[in-house]
Nanobody, 122 residues
Framework: QVQLVESGGGLVQAGSSLRLSCAAS????????MGWFRQAPGKEREFVSG????????YYSDSVKGRFTISRDNAKNTVYLQMNNLKHEDTALYYC???????????????WGQGTQVTVSS
């Protein structure tokens, strides 16, 4: 498995931007598909975005499409989530996760970070 540590969360105003980072340790990061999930209080966990091992395939939920961009740097063992035009409803705990392959339903992610909080004030 791979160990994951998220960073970059914070408190921002609506309309602002944040970039989340997820640093991975362990072997073979470049072979994993990576994803970002979020969970707000009282709500189910949502698969927000995913990226294949080489960045060739990406996925975005409808709620973030056009505002968020996922990317990865395999040389740095890091995956990013650039979040623009943040809305109050983006407030959640954001997790990164790793999977053997990218499933567009968000299935199969079996290594998880501890999460980073994003709070967007309206």
């Amino acid at each position: 498995q791979v160990q994951l540590v998220e960073s970059g969360g914070g408190l921002v105003q609506a309309g602002s931007s944040l970039r989340l980072s997820c640093a991975a340790s362990g072997r073979s990061f470049s072979s994993y598909a990576m994803g970002w999930f979020r969970q707000a209080p009282g709500k189910e966990r949502e698969f927000v975005s995913g990226i294949s091992w080489n960045g060739g395939v990406t996925y975005y939920s409808d709620s973030v499409k056009g505002r968020f961009t996922i990317s990865r740097d395999n040389a740095k063992n890091t995956v990013y989530l650039q979040m623009n035009n943040l809305k109050h409803e983006d407030t959640a705990l954001y997790y990164c996760a790793a999977a053997d392959s990218l499933d567009l339903a968000g299935v199969g992610f079996d290594s998880w970070g501890q999460g980073t909080q994003v709070t967007v004030s309206s």
